[in-house]
């Protein structure tokens, strides 16, 4: 998404920790098996608090497919940045080089169990506006030696400047580290106030996630997919911070660098894998359309004669050195045939280092894993509950199966056969939105600005690939832009192919998929997010507390009484649940177990019920992505933990709607990081 935040890889990670003690790992161990418990018992379908809603303005929503994995994330890595992963898979992980996972994720429990000093008023207050004043400065210096995650968070000052990946910006990067680690670590966390020592501790991670990914992770010399200059192009294009004209001869500046990019890409990429080689290549004509709108949009400006030439010319080398690239990965991919490549997967050691600073959770990767398994099979037994009930209703007279899986995906076939016509797929989609919006207020679950602007369009080409629907949100110094809804248009798809992506968003999960998306999902989250005091917790999201929401929205709204309480919508709802927890399995099973394609495809489609041309699309994503696919579940099961806690705690005084809105006042931070601030 816009702003630093990637749904898919963010840009806080936290760091290593050292072994725990056996006491400290007895009791992770407990804790753990008290939140499964608690995670066991919010997984029962159609729960009695669920209220019934019958001929609601949403139930004769015609439903549709949609073509590619649901992702909300947003805008690859940081386009135009060395190392920010691919697409859906950047990846700014964190820490040291050499150490393992939590140091830094311990302290940020301090930073939030932590008491204040507190001698008198007077000094709080002075080591927070000092603090404060270090954050703006860290910002505005972080700004201009990247311009790219600059313009995603909505900051336009440096955007003429393209970052060059090449050997002496890595030293520059990892000599603004060094300067500010230093500098923050002279910092007494304990004078700070809560939201200040949060703030601390979290640009320090986001300091330790830097150096991770430059000097252990090392992305940018395997990922090829990881350089694409489209995204700051595309916003600086056509988000109206200036007048046409100045952003114009911002853009002249900036295209100049290209050539020089992509031959510090070139000079970069040493040992590159296949899959995140093809993904670029597929990106790269999505690239150089959108420099040629770019040089249309000029010819037709107002700029000077002199200008428009300078533009056809720049274009035209920015051109060139993208087929240039282009070539250059091409002849690679061509040589794995005979000298070998780099394997996608990334190994246990590497896995559970990017996890612990992408998820930024309580568990290991592994832990999060078992509690995955545990979780599906409360979900598959749920819904075999509700595929006997619907037996008769949907299959009539036909033998039931006794394989579960056999029964339910009979069921879910059946009841997949009601969706939306293929012409009609955008249409219903931008209906829906407004019928979301108008319920969550409706049912008091959450104050929403019905002036706040949400675009659904297709999804734009220098993104394909990767994920079939995404959100692109403004960053918090530009909250009033546009928010783009983007969908992967059916267009070119065969009918088998468009068919299979239909019945897999039919009816009813197409109006789920809005949910996590639009609205209460993504799109609500990030506006939220935006509004947050602390500007450090909205630039450095956390993407599992933001896929977490989402998830948790898709909950909240049956919950709630949309979609009837209808056994249908249960079924599907855990269907997509599942898929949710699915990805965690399949995520740590891939990079860690070495599952195999054929075994994806039969965990995805017969074990998920997945339509055959999700579950492919999934493998690929899981082939160009790395641990963000467990952040669903991960973020989901912790705020559902939270809620639980919440409402033993207050009892009586609980309140759905202001803990929704407490939880989103923090910006995107880690839900754990949310807890301590909320629970203090």
């Given amino acids: 998404m816009r702003s630093n935040l990637r749904i898919n890889d963010n840009l806080l990670r936290f760091g290593p920790v050292r072994p725990a003690t056996l006491s400290t790992r007895l009791f992770k161990m407990i804790k753990t098996k008290i939140a499964l418990a608690v995670l066991m018992t919010t997984l029962a379908v159609a729960p009695a608090g669920a209220t019934t809603h019958h001929k609601t303005s949403h139930s004769s929503a015609k439903s549709g497919g949609k073509s590619g994995s649901h992702t909300a994330h947003a805008k690859n890595s940081k386009s135009g940045k060395s190392a920010k992963g691919s697409s859906k898979a950047n990846s700014k992980s964190t820490g040291k080089h050499g150490k393992t996972k939590a140091v830094a994720a311990a302290a940020v429990v301090a930073a939030v169990a932590a008491p204040s000093l507190k001698p008198s008023g007077t000094p709080e207050r002075r080591q927070d506006r000092s603090f404060d004043g270090q954050s703006s400065q860290f910002l505005n210096a972080l700004w201009r030696i990247d311009s790219e995650s600059a313009i995603y968070a909505g900051k336009y000052d440096t955007a003429a400047s393209l970052s060059i990946p090449d050997k002496a910006g890595h030293a520059k990067e990892l000599a603004f580290i060094d300067e500010w680690k230093q500098r923050f670590s002279a910092i007494n966390a304990s004078q700070l106030s809560a939201k200040q020592r949060t703030d601390l501790a979290l640009l320090i991670n986001k300091?330790?996630?830097?150096?991770?990914?430059?000097?252990?992770?090392?992305?940018?010399?395997?990922?090829?997919?990881?350089?694409?200059?489209?995204?700051p192009i595309d916003l600086i294009l056509n988000t109206e911070y200036a007048a046409q004209p100045q952003r114009l001869r911002t853009l002249l500046k900036r295209i100049a660098g290209i050539p020089a990019y992509y031959e510090a890409a070139r000079a970069n990429i040493v040992n590159p894998t296949r899959e995140h080689t093809r993904l670029a290549i597929a990106q790269a004509p999505g690239v150089q359309t959108l420099l040629t709108e770019v040089d249309k949009a000029a010819q037709a400006s107002i700029l000077t004669a002199v200008e428009k030439q300078q533009f056809t010319q720049r274009v035209n080398a920015a051109l060139t050195a993208v087929d240039g690239y282009v070539a250059f990965l091409t002849e690679m991919d061509k040589q794995m045939d005979t000298s070998g490549r780099r394997s996608f997967r990334l190994g246990k050691e590497l896995y559970e280092q990017k996890f612990a600073f992408d998820?930024?959770?309580?568990?290991?990767a592994e832990q999060t894993y078992q509690k995955a398994l545990a979780a599906r099979e409360e979900l598959l037994a749920n819904m075999e509950r509700i595929s006997d009930e619907l037996w008769d209703k949907t299959m009539g007279s036909a033998a039931k199966p006794a394989d579960r899986f056999a029964k339910i995906g009979k069921v879910i076939d059946k009841l997949s056969e009601r969706h939306v016509k293929r012409e009609d797929f955008f249409a219903e989609i931008r209906r829906q939105v407004p019928v979301l919006q108008d319920w969550v207020i409706s049912h008091n679950l959450l104050t929403l600005d019905p002036k706040k602007q949400l675009e659904v369009r297709a999804t734009p080409a220098y993104q394909a690939g990767v994920a079939g629907a995404s959100i692109d949100a403004p960053g918090p110094y530009r909250p009033q832009d546009r928010t783009y809804y983007n969908v992967t248009p059916l267009d070119g798809a065969t009918p088998e192919a468009a068919e299979s992506s239909l019945r897999e968003y039919n009816y009813w999960i197409l109006q789920i998929l809005n949910i996590h998306e639009a609205i209460p999902g993504h799109y609500a989250q990030l506006v939220y997010a935006n509004k947050s005091p602390s500007i450090v917790k909205s630039i450095f999201?956390?993407?599992a507390m933001v896929e977490g929401w989402a998830v948790y929205g898709e909950r909240m709204m049956l919950e709630s009484g949309y979609g009837d309480n209808a056994p249908e919508m249960w079924l599907m709802y855990s269907k997509w649940n599942l898929r949710s927890v699915t990805n965690t399995i399949l995520d740590y099973s891939v990079h860690v177990l070495g599952m195999t394609e054929e075994q994806a495809i039969d965990l995805l489609t017969r074990q998920a019920f997945q339509t055959r041309s999700e579950a492919v699309e999934k493998w690929h994503r899981v082939q160009v992505s790395s641990v963000q696919l467990t952040s669903y579940f991960s973020g989901y099961s912790e705020i559902m933990e939270l809620?639980?806690?919440?409402?033993?705690?207050?009892?009586?005084?609980?309140?759905?709607?202001?803990?929704?809105?407490?939880?989103?006042?923090?910006?995107?931070a880690p839900v754990r990081v949310i807890k301590g601030l909320m629970t203090q």
């Fill in 359 to 364: 998820i930024q959770s309580g568990s290991t």
């Fill in 207 to 231: 300091l330790d996630s830097d150096r991770f990914r430059l000097t252990t992770l090392k992305e940018y010399e395997w990922n090829p997919a990881s350089y694409n200059v489209a995204g």
């Fill in 643 to 668: 809620r639980e806690q919440r409402k033993q705690q207050l009892g009586a005084k609980f309140n759905l709607k202001e803990f929704h809105e407490q939880f989103l006042s923090y910006g995107s």
């Fill in 541 to 543: 999201g956390n993407g």
